[in-house]
């Protein structure tokens, strides 16, 4: 048994030893992925903090745009609606959209200007 032990012992010792190793093996490594996933999710954030800002200024434009569209329907609607609100069936509020390129061109192109800047 003496010398049973002795190689129990032995063996213990080097596969405790192999297992450390690889302990602190694999450790490294996931101290390495653990990095790399880290970058990967700070680039995450950055690029979803621009593209929520890109989102926000998108969503100001369209508000404007909606804005200006109500307010030429409001100054074109009294004598349109009249002539079209007889062709509809219901003889509710037009619903159509003028030309804007037909009306007030430099507004427009003021518009189109401001999106293409971005």
Do not use: W
Not at 7 to 15: A, P, V
Not at 73 to 88: D, I, K, R, V
Not at 99 to 105: E, I, V
């Amino acid at each position: 048994f003496v010398v049973s032990d002795k190689l129990t012992k032995q063996n213990l010792l080097s596969s405790s030893s192999y297992y450390t190793s690889c302990s602190i093996t694999n450790q490294k490594e996931m101290d390495r992925i653990n990095s790399k996933l880290y970058l990967q999710n700070c680039y995450i954030m950055a690029e979803n903090e621009r593209l929520r800002k890109k989102a926000e200024l998108l969503n100001q434009e369209n508000q404007q745009l909606l804005s200006e569209l109500k307010h030429r329907l409001s100054q074109a609607g009294p004598s349109n609606n009249t002539n079209n609100n007889n062709n509809n069936n219901g003889g509710g509020k037009n619903n159509s959209i003028p030309d804007l390129n037909l009306t007030n061109c430099s507004s427009s192109k003021n518009a189109s200007s401001k999106s293409k800047k971005k």
